[in-house]
């Protein structure tokens, strides 16, 4: 008998607590649910209150706001009809006092007080501003980067290796272009992060640029759209500089452009708004190479190793140094020096001034390179080194001129 009391009373327990639980559930439910405000309106005869309710506290384009209207007084002496300033928004009334409010799918997000146009009880009008507020926001999706978005005057290459070559004064016109018709409809304001980088032929990043831009689908209006503009400018601070035109296109203004430098230009959602999960495949990367001239000229500190020499009878003490002043072709498309170079210099010297009868001299050298046929091949591992087989015609210092043939590597300065 004692247990059964004790299980009956562990039940009754249980049970009040999950009713309180549901309770504490469902009340701040109910209260969020509906928003109420309270106006006071004066007439001839006695002041009254009235209380507006809406069924929520933010709403997006195309929702339906339910208002409704309790009246305190008993005798209704004055007529009130809701007003609500957003354009193309229709009332129409369910009941006496319940009207619903269709908002157009075409809105300027922001809060729009409802007003209470009244009639009094010896005709005349009023307009009350009440506090209850209707919020629109506006639907903010990321839309896909590639479905809207290009780069003018001409797309880049998606490799780094085949990076599209254009001359300089073209790159510094290159611009990013939104296509705003192809935003579809529901997705809303789109930031956009574009960082273009300059890396230079040695691998180095000369210049980084970073803008943070918006735009949006169009509507059709260009008033509608600047005052859009000018609500989302307003709203994110980072984006207070921007001007109308950048709606549809966006300058890079790149202005460090080095010879067979290449230029990277990314483009992606901006996620420090949050909108969305970040999703790195929704982004577009294009390479751009600066072309420069056809002809090029480097200079080298080499170590030479002489494999074989015509007058091997005239004997002659080689240094272990040389310094030449090469001259490269260059592939005009792909910006890759041409593996074979002509140049001019000294050979044989141990230092830059250790010329003599039985040393060093000077020279016209034919060399194949074959690190920058290692280059063209895409593997680049030493940015600055050069080697390979030199033939050598060779002037040394009161010596018989001779040819040489050497292998060589070098550093070019």
């Known amino acids: ?30 209260s969020c649910a509906q928003l109420r405000s309270t106006t006071l309106v004066r007439s001839s005869l006695e002041d009254e209150s009235i209380i507006l309710i809406i069924n929520k ?9 339910r208002l409704v209207i309790e009246r305190t007084d008993s005798v209704i002496t004055v007529k009130v009809t809701p007003i609500i300033a957003i354009e193309g928004a229709k009332l129409h009334i369910v009941s006496p006092n319940t009207y619903i409010i269709a ?55 998606m490799e780094l290796r085949h990076a599209l070559t254009l001359h300089r004064g073209v790159l510094r016109n290159l611009c990013v272009i939104f296509l705003r018709d192809s935003i579809r409809e529901q997705k809303g304001p789109q930031f956009v992060t574009i960082r ?21 689908r169009s509507h059709g209006d260009p008033e509608r759209d600047r005052a859009m503009f000018i609500q989302y400018r307003t709203a994110y601070g980072a984006y207070a500089a921007l001007r109308m035109e950048e709606l549809d296109l966006v300058p890079l203004n790149v202005d460090s452009l080095p010879s067979w430098a290449i230029v990277k230009v990314n483009i992606e959602p901006d996620y420090t708004i949050k909108i969305g999960a970040y999703d790195r495949t929704n982004s577009i990367t294009q390479f751009f190479r600066v072309r420069g001239p056809k002809i090029e000229m480097g200079f ?37 020096r041409f593996p074979l170079n002509l140049g001019v210099g000294t050979f044989g010297l141990n230092s830059p001034i250790d010329v003599g009868t039985d040393r060093g001299g000077f020279t016209l050298p034919l060399m194949l390179d074959v690190f920058e046929v290692l280059r063209i091949l895409n593997l680049d591992f030493f940015k600055k080194l050069n080697g390979g087989l030199e033939l050598t015609p060779f002037f040394p210092i009161q010596k018989n001129f001779r040819l040489l043939l050497d292998a060589q590597i070098s550093f070019s300065l």
């Open 196 to 216: 273009t980088t300059v890396i230079s032929r040695e691998g180095v990043a000369i210049q980084t640029l970073e803008r943070r831009v918006l735009t949006f």
């Open 1 to 30: 008998m004692g247990n059964s009391g004790f299980h009956r009373r562990a039940i009754l327990l249980c049970c009040a607590f999950l009713f309180v639980a549901l309770i504490c559930l469902v009340c701040p439910r109910m």
């Open 103 to 157: 908002i157009p799918e075409i809105v300027t997000p922001g809060s729009y007080h409802i007003f209470l146009k009244v009639l009094d009880d010896q005709g005349r009008r009023f307009v009350y501003q009440t506090d209850c507020i209707v919020v629109i926001e506006e639907h903010q999706a990321v839309e896909r980067i590639g479905d809207y978005t290009s780069i003018a005057p001409s797309a880049g290459s």
């Open 57 to 65: 506290s933010v709403y997006f384009p195309g929702d339906t706001v």
């Open 300 to 336: 080298t500190l080499g170590i030479p190793k002489v494999l074989y020499d015509t007058q091997a009878q005239d004997t002659l003490d080689y240094g272990k140094t040389s310094a030449t002043l090469r001259f490269y072709y260059i592939n005009q498309i792909t910006g890759h």
